[in-house]
């Protein structure tokens, strides 16, 4: 029997732009796997990826997956 993948991902989508935003943001951005505006980019849901999107929470969209 296969094992099923148990972690949780979440879908983040960039509809921000980072003109005009510090080096950081841009770089959590960059992080996150987003860089341009409309890319989605599917992560697991851990701590350390929600405090990065906490900290971009305004150029973001997140949409829960199961």
Known sequence: MAKKNDKKTIKVTQTGSPIRRDKAQRATLTGL???KMHKTSELV???????MIQKVHHMVTV???G
């Open 45 to 51: 849901d851990t701590p350390e990826v929600r405090g």
């Open 33 to 35: 796997g987003l860089g």
């Open 63 to 65: 949409e829960a997956e």
